[in-house]
């Protein structure tokens, strides 16, 4: 009996043991459920859905696919054109983060957090007015433009392609490198995490086997940092290939990028139905591109 | 034909004029000939929340205006809540068409208050919300002084009825430059294409500013625009966006580059560039010979606006000549209220040389020469909308 009992209870708290993980998880769920999956249903349906009249509020169902196969036609340009900025503020934001996370993490010493501390403080201020302050940074009667210009070395940007017509706004050069410099922090913060947990002593046993400090370097920090690297991509490419803030303030009508049409089809022109097309469109794309990315580097390692 | 404008007191970047207190008590003199010295000074004391003085006798003595920023004075709202007894609500909430228009369309078609009791369409959004029967009509009745509405905005084309509208400010679109970056005065809207320029041009986003001043000088007339004559301009515009030679499609912020320089030339509207040009002398505005934009900003109540009554009262206010007067001295645009002129001829130096600006006062031959962009139906507007804003932001 007694032992029967014994058994029960542990069924029972075996079954109790395999409602908490549910019970812990159900407010992430409801979360998701309520502020993702239902908008996404929405915006789904939404982009199948055709307008009667242009300040009709509603759409109606139809399941009209021409908005996506339109939508692709229309603002192909702005697509490619949104994933090659983000590309390259990407690949920019590395060339740039992981020296800076490397030096903070290794070199750092006691001014770690100091210097950690200066990463995140332009994060106090809001997103949008430190744009503003490139593009008045930037403007024709700018400092950096005054600078450059009494060192004759507008003529030479222009010719590299960074400076057109006089002006270092309104470029490519402009709006990529505001998103490298809006999206930088969240590439340096993950490296540095990843850095920082690797034990040196790994590159001292890589040297006793006759590796040079760069060999260390290769075969050792950077694959163990890659972890690092990944997560600061994904962070990065994301938000800046949907980005709309530099093209609008640093850019000019020929560098708008994919979000800029969202928020005209949807604010100017109120065609939701397109808006909503385009966002799952670039939704869709990122998700493979993902996907793509994380078979490459590989995402057994990311935690 | 460039317009110059008379130096005015100095003002602080769209804020109010920084008055010294010469000037102040000046302004205050001005006003006791007015008759409404007392109040004025009971204002200027802050005490800015007695609602129950004044008579009225409705209900609820609160009234709500959302209108565009720096379009008025800093005197007139504390002076119409002293004069009335209304509580003004006035915000500058008021910051682009269409993106106002998107936020209260869903209320408005469901028929729900969105707030304000007053709004400040533009003209072409004001024939939409007319067509749409989203607004109310203004109690005439219970404002005598909209007889003072200049003639030639009663009943047009946007309120053809002339019942549910009544104009705000007007102004006129032209070519806003920087001579100092130019090298010489514009003239014509060729100026605007000239190669030496590229680079350095802006154009406004608000498409009949932008485009109807094109169609002049492809040779068409914007007061009748259709999709065909609008053609050769929207390729015009296409073609010089494509070669950079346009840098920017702007909102108000236009005003920023061209005072930074990185615009030489872009399209303007009229009081902005009175304004601007108190800091910077080198700004310039012209109508371009090819002709210039006329447009007018509207006060509308939109459904569901509980003040009417009160809405009236001070649409009454501001169209009284000698309170006119005072919002067109400080906002620089062209008054829709007759009698403004003689108000302004008849007070200080910088007010009589106001009153003889062309960029507040027209004369018959530039007027002559505006135009006013024409009605669009749904469809058309659907049309001319996607295509322009295909070309800003493509």
Known sequence: ?303 | MTLSHPARPRRSPRGGPILDRRQLLGRLGVLAGAGVVGPALLAACGDDDDGDTGGGGGASKDLWFANWPAYIDEETVDLFTEASGISLKYTEDYNDNNEYFAKVQADLAAGRSIGPDIIAPTYWLAARLITLGWVQEIPFDDIPNASNLLPELQKPAWDPEGKFSLPWQSGMTGLAYNISATGRELTSMNDLFDPAFKGKVGMLTEMRDTLGLVMLLTGEDPGSATMDSANPAFEKIEEAKASGHIRQFTGNDYMDDLAAGNFAVCVGWSGDIGQLALDNPDLRFAIPEEGGMRWSDTMVLPNGAENVANAAVWMDYVYDPENAARIAEYVGYNSPVAGVREILAAGDDFQKALSESPLLFPDDATNARLHVFASLDEDAEAAFDERFSQIVGA
Not at chain 1, 90 to 97: D, E, K, Q, R
Not at chain 1, 125 to 150: E, H, K, M, N, Y
Not at chain 1, 231 to 248: H, S, Y
């Open chain 1, 1 to 303: 009996m007694a032992g029967r009992d014994a058994a029960d209870d542990g069924d029972r708290s075996k079954r109790r043991a395999g409602l908490v993980p549910y019970a812990l998880l159900s407010p992430g769920m409801l979360w998701l459920l309520l502020f993702f999956l239902v908008p996404l249903v929405t915006l789904a349906r939404t982009s199948l859905s055709e307008k009667e009249s242009r300040f009709a509020v509603d759409a109606d169902f139809t399941w009209h696919i021409a908005n996506f196969t339109d939508a692709l036609r229309d603002y192909s340009d702005q697509f490619i054109r949104s994933f090659a900025y983000a590309g390259a503020a990407t690949l920019l934001c590395v060339a740039i983060g992981y020296p800076m996370a490397y030096v903070i993490a290794f070199r750092g010493g006691r001014f770690k957090n100091v210097l950690l501390g200066l990463v995140v403080v332009p994060f106090f201020t809001s997103f949008l007015i430190r744009t503003l302050a490139w593009q008045t940074v930037l403007f024709d009667s700018g400092p950096i433009l005054s600078v450059l210009d009494s060192l004759s070395l507008v003529g030479v940007l222009e010719r590299i392609g960074v400076a057109r017509n006089g002006g270092l706004l309104q470029t490519h050069a402009s709006v990529i490198g505001g998103l490298t410099y809006n999206f930088l922090p969240f590439m340096i913060l993950p490296i540095y995490v990843s850095l920082e947990k690797i034990d040196l002593r790994l590159t001292e046993a890589a040297k006793d086997l006759y590796n040079n400090g760069w060999q260390a370097f290769r075969k050792v920090v950077l694959p163990l940092s890659l972890p690092g690297v990944f997560a600061g991509g994904l962070l990065t490419f994301i938000p800046a290939a949907g980005d709309f803030v530099n093209a609008r303030f640093l850019g000019g009508p020929n560098n708008t990028m994919i979000g800029s049409v969202v928020q005209d089809r949807f604010l100017v022109q109120l065609d939701y139905p397109t808006a909503a097309a385009l966002s799952f469109i670039l939704m869709v794309i990122i998700t493979l591109a993902t996907l793509v990315y994380a078979r490459i580097l590989g995402t057994d390692d990311l935690v």
